[in-house]
Nanobody, 127 residues
Framework: QVQVVESGGGLVQVGGSLRLSCVAS????????VGWFRQAPGKEREFVAH????????YYADAVKGRFTSSRDNAKNTVYLQMNSLKPEDTAVYYC????????????????????WGQGTQVTVSS
């Protein structure tokens, strides 16, 4: 099973940028998909983006489309989430997670489809 660890969170002002990293270890299959989710206080965990480990294909939630970009560096076993034009509503704990099961694209937007989660990294956007 793949283990993942996130890093890169912090405090940033409105309009600023942060880059999160998700380092994977263990057996990484070509079918692996890495999902990014976030959870704000008092709210449910929500989908942010997912990226295919093999093809690099990415999909985004409407709330972050055009501002966030996910990429991967297979040589470093790392997936990134570049977050630009940050807003106060982006404040949350951000998690990366993996699954090795092939699903229809929409399924990857559901947190219950993932079986390995990191501990999360806090992102706070101040106004």
């Amino acid at each position: 099973q793949v283990q993942v660890v996130e890093s890169g969170g912090g405090l940033v002002q409105v309009g600023g940028s942060l880059r999160l990293s998700c380092v994977a270890s263990g057996r990484i299959f070509s079918s692996t998909t890495v999902g990014w989710f976030r959870q704000a206080p008092g709210k449910e965990r929500e989908f942010v983006a997912h990226i295919s480990w093999s093809s690099g294909a990415t999909y985004y939630a409407d709330a972050v489309k055009g501002r966030f970009t996910s990429s991967r560096d297979n040589a470093k076993n790392t997936v990134y989430l570049q977050m630009n034009s940050l807003k106060p509503e982006d404040t949350a704990v951000y998690y990366c997670a993996t699954t090795t099961v092939y699903f229809p694209e929409s399924y990857y937007r559901m947190s219950q489809r993932y079986d390995s989660w990191g501990q999360g990294t806090q992102v706070t956007v101040s106004s």
